[in-house]
């Protein structure tokens, strides 16, 4: 294993000093801190665990027998015996890491864990795992799991750009990390929340390259820095699924981060008015996008350079607006639940095919807009603060519409909820599932009744009306007859009209 080097390749100071010890049951544990770099990580072990070590090294390195305290059977947990044991320990591995400055041997790599966490070693020990295991796991078409850390150092490895077996041991080639890589299908990152395993190491602050993956179809991204996620594009041309969660914070930086290089950019193909600086290629064959848990805040017009999109879910993100989904002309799935919807006016003009639409987890009170998703199958409205069962009437008319789920909502525990909702889809109730509840054929009676019962209410108030109407109409004629009458005896006679019969015309007869 080659010496640690940092990111321009300065070798890196490696140091081990034993902190302190710890009784457990009858034996003391020795308590290893070690650093490389700004890198530091514990390591406990037992005087027994240093014992195996030192005659490994013994036979295989021809190390000085003597330089390793010797055993104490008695008084071997005594304080002061612990504390001097202690400082020859930390002087013992500070001379073997003097004794190999730039290849040490395998057997001191995993005592002191330089295979989980230091550059050099983590390479070699992933390098050796799949010169075993390699093969087979590729002709299983399995997921391959990986950390950002181990991507890290193969990252900080190939920039180096020193030999790519330093310590002569060939299982140990870099090599063969980029052949298995080149010829991958299945890939997911997953680093830790916090710090990972007993180092000060953030994984989700290492940058690392993806381009020496060639054949992805489907890869998965959790718990790492969006922005510091490189080469993923480099993989267009043949991903399929793709989920980024708990590390992006807008949908950009993800699928065009060349964005922020260029003023304006257009899709490849894309006819624009405007004079652009960039062309972007797509991704061509991506159908499934997975971006949920981060913290994304709009989706922005990034959504074009994926058209062959079919499932996209964005829930659990703080997006306050349903836009640029237009662009989606194949998009059939659609998650965005627990965001900061509010209104979903227009959103028939985004999502014209849509069949799935999860919206549960807003802050939704009014459901226009949703009245001419004529493709809606299923649709998800739990958690949100409806109230008014009229709301309903929005998707009552929906063709397609089969499962609705409106649990969580304050009209949920209106009297008879369910009949009143139900009511709503009138002849298609019975084919209608609410709140993933078959509907009973007691439901449907009463669904009926309650149809009847409006369709009465509905004749009633046409009747009213009519009746009002005539009414209405009557009393307007009557008006106009006696305004008529009113301005025949008021206007003054004229030739055109004939005269009034005077009294003495009538006397006459």
């Known amino acids: 294993m080659e010496a640690a080097a940092g990111e321009d390749g300065e070798e890196l100071p490696r140091e081990a000093r034993v902190l302190g010890s710890e009784l457990v049951e009858s034996y003391t544990v020795y308590i290893i801190q070690v650093s490389v770099g700004s890198h530091q990580w514990t390591v406990k072990h037992r005087y027994s665990d240093f014992h195996d070590l030192h005659e490994k090294l013994v036979s295989e390195k021809k190390i000085d027998k003597n330089l390793l305290p010797p055993k104490k059977i008695i008084g071997k947990n005594s304080k002061s015996l612990v504390e001097k044991r202690q400082k020859e320990l930390e002087v013992y591995l500070q001379t073997l890491l003097s004794k190999f400055p730039v290849t040490a041997p395998k057997v001191l790599s995993h005592f002191l864990h330089f295979h989980l966490y230091e550059i050099n070693g983590i390479t070699a020990a992933l390098a050796e795992e799949l010169f075993h295991k390699g093969e087979q796991l590729l002709m299983a078409g399995e997921v391959f799991t990986i ?46 929340g916090g710090s990972f395993g007993t180092s000060n190491i953030q994984e989700h602050l290492l940058p690392f390259d993806l381009s020496i993956f060639k054949s992805l179809h489907q890869i998965e991204i959790h718990h790492c820095g969006g922005k510091l996620i490189k080469g993923l594009t480099s993989s267009k041309h043949t991903l399929a699924t793709m989920s980024v969660r708990f590390s992006a914070t807008s949908m950009k930086e993800i699928l065009v981060p060349e964005a922020s ?29 997975d971006m949920s848990h981060n913290n994304i805040s709009q989706i922005d017009d990034s959504v074009k350079l994926i058209p ?30 627990y965001n900061k919807l509010t209104s979903l006016e227009g959103v028939h003009t985004k999502l014209g095919n849509i069949k799935t639409l999860n919206l549960a987890g807003n802050q939704l009170e009014r459901l226009s807009g949703l009245n001419k998703l004529y493709s809606l199958v299923n649709l998800d409205l739990s958690n949100n603060t409806i109230e008014q069962i009229d709301e309903v009437k929005n998707i009552g008319s929906l063709p397609c519409l089969e499962k609705v789920i409106l649990s969580s909502n304050p009209l949920s525990i209106i009297p008879d909820y369910r009949t009143k909702v139900l009511a709503q889809f009138g002849d298609r109730a019975s084919e209608v599932c609410l709140d993933n509840i078959v509907t009973t054929e007691k439901e449907l009676d009463t669904v009926e009744v309650l149809k009847a019962i409006q369709k009465a209410k509905e004749v009633k108030y046409k009747l009213s009306n009519s009746d009002k109407k005539i009414s209405e109409d009557s009393r307007l004629t009557a008006a106009s007859s006696k305004s008529n009458c009113s301005s025949l005896t008021v206007r003054p006679s004229s030739p055109s009209l004939p005269r009034p019969v005077s009294s003495s015309q009538g006397n006459h007869k």
């Open 261 to 289: 290089e260029f003023d304006q950019w257009e899709p490849e193909g894309a006819s624009s008015s405007c004079p652009v600086t960039a062309v972007i290629p797509t991704w061509r064959t991506l159908t499934t996008l």
């Open 147 to 192: 950390r950002p850390l181990q991507l890290y150092a193969v990252t900080q490895q190939l920039l180096q750009g020193k030999p790519t077996c330093a310590n002569g041991d060939a299982k140990t080639d870099l090599g063969h990390i980029l052949d298995f890589t080149c010829r991958l299908k299945y890939l997911k990152v997953t680093g830790a």
């Open 308 to 337: 062959k999109i079919e499932f996209l879910d964005l829930s659990h993100n703080g997006v306050s607006l349903v836009e640029n989904l237009q662009h989606l002309y194949n998009l059939v799935h659609l998650d965005l639940s």
